[in-house]
């Protein structure tokens, strides 16, 4: 166990150590996110309370911006180095973003701790980043202003989400302003930095009616949550086998550098339901695993899902 051939073969293999810090750096991300979204804390505690108790993420996502080694590379080595492994780009022309995806290490096999959340089996990663280049000259001095002010932060991505502090300092109104006018992406990432945007709970391993996500969808809002509603409540992969949905953004009390108070949009919950691939349609129920399901995401649903914390959405009127 301790020879020096298996430590050179695989140099951070003490896998009880390694997986027990990364689950309590995750745990951290997700604690800041719970606290400071109040309908995702409520909403997580209203499925466990209905359904199970653990609960399985699909997936945690995270916002950058692409510029210097701020983007999707700030925030993904740290999964990598937890044994994540990068899966194709998305691409968002019209919101000039691109995105990653990750899948967690020992898919295949049942890598749950045990728990529910980031203690259960773990979710997929995605990360997305504006293309900053793409942006008017005004809005790039703004955010190149804000990186540069923030010295080495990109480094350190992990760490600020873990502890739900922003890298840089708070941006005045008015650049806020001017951001949000061309870019709500960049605003939201202006402004809350590489906190989790949204976690996403996993419909169909849940255990009641409301594996299905329709019925999760109806019970949500029977229960006072206002849905994204941008290109219907539902988002349908072509292949009909990836169902998303999402609850638009808290709005947060934010102080501005100018002393001016206003609320910004925080983050937002998901819902994702995969359904069976094709050829596993016979397999009996309980042989079903998440290998045998719709993997990955889909540019069509993404591109709607964003709008999760668009102003649109967020003061939109709904069942709340
Ligand atoms: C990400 C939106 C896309 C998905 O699952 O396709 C997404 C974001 O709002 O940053 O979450
Ligand atoms: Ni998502």
Redesign the pocket.
Known sequence: KFSIVSASKSPQKSPSVGDSFFRNVLSSMEQVYLNKNPTAKSIVELVRSADVDRICYD?I?Y?TFGVNAYGIESMSKFFMDFGYSQQEELRFPQKKLKALWFSPPNFTSVNGGGGGGVHGPLPRI?I?ELLVDQMSVKAQEIIRKYVELSGAGYKHAPISSAIGCLPWPKPSHTEFQQLASESEYAAWTLVNGYSV??V?ISTHRLKSRLKNIKNLNQFIEENGFKLNSEGGVLKVSPDALLL?SSTVADSIPFEFSDGFKNSVPGSYI?FAERLVLPEYRDLPEDKIEEIHRRDG??VG??DK??E??SKDQVTRRGAK
Request: no cysteine.
């Open positions: 997936h996502a916002r995605f997305s945007n949204h996403t998303q998901e995401f889909e649903n993404a899902i964003f999760s914390t």
